[in-house]
């Protein structure tokens, strides 16, 4: 897919004056997905599976999201959207048993994970249909929220709307010795934000940039009872290309605790947080003094965003278009209920001391250009290189401490994500890193006219022949070829 000039603008124009009647969805409960509805639907919480050894079997399924016709999706072990949360603790030796009982080929990503090349489950690591792959390896990274997803390329946007993809939770002892809730699905909530559009009969349409109607964790209109104490949120920005601008509706405080890679050194108290494509936090949200019985909810306040911010295009419909942009709308109804057994109810004042990465260290550097998206140009690339399966665009020695400048002189912003390290930024063009991104990061937004440089050590893992991947995490765009890969070499 191309964002360019010329079609966006058109998208732009059309947008403002038509609406695209083939994709609104026969629904009786749900006239626009921008208009609170008074029929909510109980938050469907994946289940978890712990151990060592993880089986998990990528299925096609059907799900009753509308009246009328089911629409055709993916799951995992039977889900019919979505799969189960792999519990994990840092240092096992894990095993994960991935079968693909699709009529297709697939892959499946470890986002986040520090793992060799050939784990990894990028496009190389291809699963073909009717067949299993066993990766196994030991559990290196911090406490935090991961996810799984397949990635092979020119299907990851299809594979991935249907529904294909589930979260991973790392626990350590560091995190375990802190007073955080963490009863999964009681004070600790796993949310999954996504959206899609869906044809006159209920088909999901993966073809253009953007969804009508949010999905968290695969679910409309979505509800929950949650505590009247500290509750902890996960979240995911599961999406094809759309951002978020979170908060709640009483425009209340919350504390961010953890981004990509782990717990942030103190809580970081903000009103809102934007969260792009493949990006994670945890945040705490204090209900304690909420009455039982009363309610609030949690929202996307994304009228009004910088263009270039994924969903600010005005346009309902075409390309670009979706009933959701350029619009506020909810994310989670909740409902506040009594307080479960022994609850939190304090934000601690401290976190983990965070590691660090100096500017001392760096033994070599690297200039990512974002390109393309021209007027009758290519495809978005970096440094005007599409992605070849036989080239490799980057060659990094063992342990070398990297700094990587990634420069968005382009008319759309990216989501920048790299597999194999977790990165620490140090600086963005456009002013001071905020706080809640001064932990580890796989997953970084790169605005429009802007750059990003982060600091990042490639140790433990070599391969002369199995790389690692760097790309926009828009789906479409790295189906397109905004992709490159590395080889770590000894």
């Known amino acids: 897919m191309k964002h360019s000039f010329s079609l966006l603008g058109l998208a732009l124009l059309l947008g403002a004056c038509t609406k695209e009647i083939a994709t609104t969805p026969n629904t009786s409960t749900t006239t626009s997905p921008s208009t609170t509805s008074t029929s909510y639907n109980d938050l469907w919480i994946p289940p978890t599976l712990t151990g060592t050894t993880f089986n998990l079997s990528l299925d096609k399924s059907t799900k009753q999201f509308f009246s009328g016709s089911v629409t055709n999706t993916y799951g995992y072990n039977g889900a019919n959207f979505w ?35 050939e784990m990894d489950g990028g496009p190389h690591q291809e699963v073909l249909a009717g067949t299993t792959w066993s990766p196994n390896f030991k559990v290196m990274n911090n406490a935090a929220t991961y996810w799984y997803h397949p990635h092979l390329h020119e299907l990851t946007a299809k594979q991935l709307s249907l529904g294909a993809g589930g979260l991973i939770i790392i626990k350590d002892p ?7 809730p963490r009863t999964y699905g009681v004070d600790d909530i796993p949310l999954v934000l996504t959206s899609r559009k869906f044809t006159s009969t209920n088909v999901i349409d993966y073809s253009t940039a953007y969804g009508d109607y949010l999905l968290t964790n695969g679910t409309l209109n979505a509800q929950m009872n949650l505590p009247k104490q500290m509750v902890r949120l996960r979240i995911l920005n599961a999406e094809i290309e759309r951002g978020y601008n979170l908060g709640f509706s009483d425009n209340r405080t919350f504390y961010i605790i953890a981004n990509d890679g782990g717990l942030l050194e103190t809580p970081v108290p903000v009103t809102r947080v934007k969260l792009v494509v493949g990006e994670r936090i945890e945040i705490l949200l204090d209900l304690s003094k909420d009455a039982a019985g009363s309610s609030l909810d949690f929202k996307a306040y994304n ?27 909810n994310l989670l109804h909740i409902n506040v209920a009594a307080a479960s057994s022994n609850p939190i109810t304090a934000v601690p004042s401290s976190l983990v001391k965070q590691t660090t990465l ?50 968005n002189n382009n008319i759309f912003g990216h989501s920048f994500h790299i597999h194999d390290v977790q990165f620490k930024i140090i600086s963005r063009s456009s002013g001071t890193v905020g706080i809640h991104e001064s932990g580890w990061k796989d997953t970084v937004y790169l605005p429009v006219g802007e750059s990003v440089t982060f600091l990042a050590k490639f140790d433990d893992f070599t391969s002369t022949k199995h790389p690692f991947m760097y790309h926009c995490h828009f789906a479409n765009h790295e189906d397109a070829g905004m992709m490159g890969q590395f080889l770590v070499i000894p």
Not at 174 to 180: G, R, S, V
Not at 376 to 396: E, K
Request: charged residues 15%; hydrophobic residues 35%.
């Open 358 to 407: 100096s500017a001392s260290e760096v033994t070599n550097s690297r200039i990512l250009m974002v390109t393309g998206g021209q007027p009758n140009g290519p495809a978005f690339s970096f440094n005007n290189v599409t992605y070849d399966h036989q080239t490799i665009n980057q060659t990094i020695k063992l342990n070398a401490v990297e700094k990587w400048t990634i420069m």
């Open 303 to 329: 009228s009004n965003l910088p263009a270039g911010f994924g969903g600010s295009e005005p346009a309902q419909s075409g390309q670009f278009g979706s009933l959701l942009n350029n619009k506020d709308f």
């Open 174 to 180: 560091e995190e375990a010795a802190l007073a955080l």
């Open 83 to 117: 799969g189960p949360t792999l519990i994990m603790n840092k240092g096992d030796q894990v095993q994960i048993n991935v079968k693909n009982n699709l009529s297709e080929t697939t892959t499946s990503h470890w986002h986040g994970f520090h793992i060799p090349a």
